[in-house]
T-cell receptor, first 110, second 110 residues
Framework: RKEVEQDPGPFNVPEGATVAFNCTYS??????FFWYRQDCRKEPKLLMSVYSSGNEDGRFTAQLNRASQYISLLIRDSKLSDSATYLCVVNMEYGNKLVFGAGTILRVKS | SQTIHQWPATLVQPVGSPLSLECTVEGTSNPNLYWYRQAAGRGLQLLFYSVGIGQISSEVPQNLSASRPQDRQFILSSKKLLLSDSGFYLC?????????FGSGTRLTVV
C-alpha cells in the first residue's frame, strides 16, 4: 500500500463549480499535513497546511480526519487559474521528510 | 529574504556521462536540504536529505550521490548516467512545516 494515496483524476469541472479532492495516508504516526499545487512543468508550491480542526484560506478549505487517516481539499467557485495538479503531502514522524502523493489533476473549463 | 537557486533548468546528457546539479540557498543558515526526483507522470520521490555540512542521508539505492560541501550548498552527482535517471530534479529546503522548492532541473538522458 502506498504511503499517501490520491485519486489521480483528472477532474474536469466548469468554472464556478465546487470540487473536492481526497487523500489517505498509511502511517498513523504522521505529524503534519499539507496540500501543494504543481503547475505543468513547474515546481510544487505550498498551497496550505492542514490542521486537525480544519482550516480555510479564501476559496480553499482543508480538513483532516486522523481517525480515518484521511485528508481533503475543497475548492469553491473554481477559476480557470485553479487548473493544476494538487499534491497531498504528509510529514512522517521519523524525520523531517515529506511523503508526496502522486497528485490529482484538476482542469477547470469555461 | 530566503531564496533557493537551482541550475541548470534543462539538461540533455548521453548515457554514461557524469552529472552535477547544484542547489544553493540564501537568507538562512543551517537549513535542512533535500533532493527529490519526479519521473514523468509520477509523484515526487525523495532521493537525499541533509541536516548539515557533510551529513547526507540516502533514501533509495541508485547510482546517484549527494554532497553538502558548504552550509548553503547541496550537490547531486552521478558518475555514469542511466536512461532511467531522466526526470525532473528538485532541490528543497525545510521551513516551518512544509518544504520550499527550487525551480528544478529537467534532465533527459539520451
Amino acid at each position: 500500500r502506498k504511503e499517501v494515496e490520491q485519486d489521480p483524476g483528472p477532474f474536469n469541472v466548469p468554472e464556478g463549480a465546487t470540487v473536492a479532492f481526497n487523500c489517505t495516508y498509511s502511517n498513523s504516526a504522521s505529524q503534519s499535513f499539507f496540500w501543494y499545487r504543481q503547475d505543468c512543468r513547474k515546481e510544487p508550491k505550498l498551497l496550505m497546511s492542514v490542521y486537525s480542526s480544519g482550516n480555510e484560506d479564501g476559496r480553499f478549505t482543508a480538513q483532516l480526519n486522523r481517525a480515518s487517516q484521511y485528508i481533503s481539499l475543497l475548492i469553491r467557485d473554481s477559476k480557470l487559474s485553479d487548473s493544476a495538479t494538487y499534491l497531498c503531502v504528509v510529514n512522517m514522524e521519523y524525520g523531517n521528510k515529506l511523503v508526496f502523493g502522486a497528485g490529482t489533476i484538476l482542469r477547470v473549463k469555461s | 529574504s530566503q531564496t533557493i537557486h537551482q541550475w541548470p533548468a534543462t539538461l540533455v546528457q548521453p548515457v554514461g556521462s557524469p552529472l552535477s546539479l547544484e542547489c544553493t540557498v540564501e537568507g538562512t543558515s543551517n537549513p535542512n536540504l533535500y533532493w527529490y526526483r519526479q519521473a514523468a507522470g509520477r509523484g515526487l520521490q525523495l532521493l537525499f536529505y541533509s541536516v548539515g555540512i557533510g551529513q547526507i542521508s540516502s533514501e533509495v539505492p541508485q547510482n546517484l550521490s549527494a554532497s553538502r560541501p558548504q552550509d548553503r550548498q547541496f550537490i547531486l552527482s552521478s558518475k555514469k548516467l542511466l536512461l532511467s535517471d531522466s526526470g525532473f530534479y528538485l532541490c528543497a529546503w525545510r521551513l516551518t512545516g512544509g518544504h520550499t522548492f527550487g525551480s528544478g532541473t529537467r534532465l533527459t538522458v539520451v
